[in-house]
């Protein structure tokens, strides 16, 4: 019988597995397959964007002096210089516009030479050749000027951005046919258990005393968003079975490829602990044992120059500890500089929490007046997944923090 | 030369796009392929969950009153009946402990009949056939009881859920192989415009007056995480072209199975405003023109009973008709009850805004002392991407307020 070497604090393990985070290999990608992809370069404006002066609205170029006194009364008169439609598309080109002139233009054309601002379609009327304007514009009045929106040379996006849709607009409109990034991880995810059933093959429950496999799923839906998974599914807690399926799923030649291991179950401090000796015996055993709770038998170790996450049986201490280790690890594998913002609320009752120890806390938000109020889901155990499923977030009180008092504001992480 | 019919206000158009979301048919889908898809259905437990009263630690199964008075000088001695190991896997049916008696049991493990409280490995020590228990439990310490996760017959997941990682872990729990959940739309997205080159083609940027299509891969990347989008490319600004392109895309025949369309560029008020003019003549357009900014030329209409959204050709135009009116309905059809959360943060500077038209304004946040400032990010013209890429999120000002006050709260629609 084995207790845990020693229980260490979040901030160590946290040290520790960072220790170990090595960061991804990039490659290089087509831009349009880039959303929600990690930047592993800056990338620079290779010109002046808009490229050129250019319409803001649809309405007429003018020399915005030729407006001033126009009033829906005493309307100005200008003189319409060749309309678009008369010299096709390339209109633009050559046409210059003098004292007295204006020229028909549509939002996003290049202004023409001479004009220094646009009259909105709304404030003119056209007759013939000559257009009233029944408002006047200041210079630059919706005008979209050279290099507004960006800069030649400046880095539009930095590296480790998380690319969203309009990130990957704006690489669109730099014609940045591809980009560097990170490669995606790939984490192979293996569930022991003596107990646990394959639920996509087990017979619908009835009643009977069965235990799904949660964790393969829970972890697989954790990690997809930052890293691949591959579910290696359901090992029986026997020493030798667990030991074999770390160094087959980490072995160069093997047929998943796996970068690392997410292995959950049996990591306690029961007799049937085979996952931390297998893991001991096969590499190193880096910690196990974390003072967070649920999560505290959450260990790390590394096989085969890879990292291997021993993570608890029950799926709410599995989801603690991916929040409170395997995100930050996998967040710098892969370049992430930011995570999800916080909504920080006002907590409406106690939250108990003993000092030595980070707690780990379920909660729902209620929003009143403009102020979040955050409850604690009440629970007991670990194993109380509609804790999980009830809750909007969670709320982390450090280790030297003896709960947080009703009335104290707390910080939210609001699942994504 | 054509205006607006009518600009409408932002509560009309969500309206009258509400009016035409028919919810998404549903499907039957494995349960491992749910996440990220929206619950159709409400799923109720089967049975109780736990199954059965069982171990929350490691340890001992005893009758908490054998264990009233036990301290580290003043152990109790308790007689181990039958272990598991052996036993074997079923040592639990079966067995019985009296007075005096204790089991030796692994979290997750039911209950042996007689007991009523676990005590934690930690506060023992074995020796042969006896315990020595170091510290008293009281009844259901370190029982997780019948029932206390779910109820049988209860509601565990509303209809309307976006399935999360835990949502899963639920599923799989109750055995449930699969679930009923909406089928993703399909969204297939145009882009319109004669100066528009497509950037997987086009040679890198070199500063040319060039001007890259981004809002097919901007519409393609927002719709994704709710429905499936198809980009149909880039279509010149040509009635017949734009019309054909359209009937094509929604024809029952067509190769792309759109469910509905989303078409950007040249909805303006400017002459080659030829969308809204094929829309309306292969169905029906039911507005084009609202009081946003940016997105004021924004339309809608229906076209061989399928939803087609007109949007601006100006990027962050686009985006902002998007998040005002094309994501509504997309969570309309698709059933989503609850958006993203939104983070309530106070304006640092006023937000000018004018009354009857409602502003899309990208922010940035600051955080300060447990505290979340807002500052506008100060641009002129919606063809400026970089205000997007530089942004946290957007402050939607409604149309009857003038402005934001420095020092005002407002609530902050966060990038997802």
Chains 1, 2 share one sequence.
């Not at 880096?286 to 049986?313: M, S």
Request: proline share 5%; glycine share 10%; net charge neutral.
């Amino acid at each position: 019988m084995k207790l845990f070497r020693k229980l260490i604090s979040l901030d160590e393990a946290l040290k520790a597995v960072l220790a170990y985070a090595k960061p991804a290999e990039t490659e290089e990608i087509g831009f349009g397959d880039a959303l929600n992809r990690v930047l592993a370069e800056d990338v620079y404006s290779l010109a002046d964007s808009p490229p050129f002066d250019r319409a803001a609205m649809d309405g007429y170029a003018i020399r915005a002096e030729d407006s001033f006194g126009a009033s829906p009364n005493n309307p100005v008169l200008l003189r319409l210089i060749k309309s678009q439609s008369e010299k096709g598309k390339e209109s633009r080109v050559g046409v210059e516009i003098g004292d007295g002139e204006c020229f028909s233009i549509q939002t996003g054309m290049a202004l023409p030479k001479g004009s220094n601002a646009v009259v909105m379609l709304e404030y003119t009327k056209e007759r013939g050749s000559e257009l009233k304007i029944f408002k006047p514009v200041t210079p630059g009045k919706n005008v979209s000027f050279k290099g507004e929106d960006v800069k030649k040379g400046v880095v539009v996006l930095r590296e480790g951005k998380l690319l969203r849709a309009h990130d990957v607009g704006m690489l669109a409109s730099l014609f940045k046919r591809s980009v560097k990034v990170y490669k995606r991880a790939k984490f192979g995810i293996m569930s022991t258990g003596d107990e646990l059933l394959n639920p996509e093959e087990a017979e619908p429950y009835e009643g009977e005393k069965r235990i799904a496999d949660v964790n393969s799923y829970v972890l697989a839906g954790l990690t997809e968003p930052i890293a691949s998974s591959y579910r290696i599914g359901i090992v029986r807690d026997n020493y030798e079975r667990i030991k074999t399926a770390i160094s087959e799923s980490l072995a160069v030649d093997s047929g998943c490829h796996c970068d690392g291991l997410l292995i959950s179950g049996g990591s306690s401090v029961g007799k049937r602990d085979f996952i931390a000796d297998a893991v001991e015996d096969s590499g190193d055993l880096v910690f196990h044992g974390v003072a967070i709770r649920p999560g505290e038998p959450t260990g790390f170790g590394i096989v085969n120059n890879k990292p291997v996450f021993i993570l608890p049986g029950y799926p709410v201490a599995t989801i603690s500890a991916f929040e409170l280790l395997v995100r930050p690890f996998l967040f710098a594998v892969h370049g992430v500089k930011e995570g999800r913002k916080k909504i920080f609320a006002i907590a409406r009752k106690k939250i108990p929490s003993a000092v030595g120890r980070t707690d780990f806390v379920r909660v729902r938000l209620v929003c009143k007046e403009n102020e979040y109020f955050v409850e604690p889901i009440r629970v007991s155990g670990s194993g109380i997944l509609s804790s999980m499923t009830k809750s909007d977030g969670f709320v982390v009180i450090e280790e030297n923090k003896e709960g947080v008092e009703e009335g104290e504001k707390v910080e939210v992480d609001v699942w994504g």
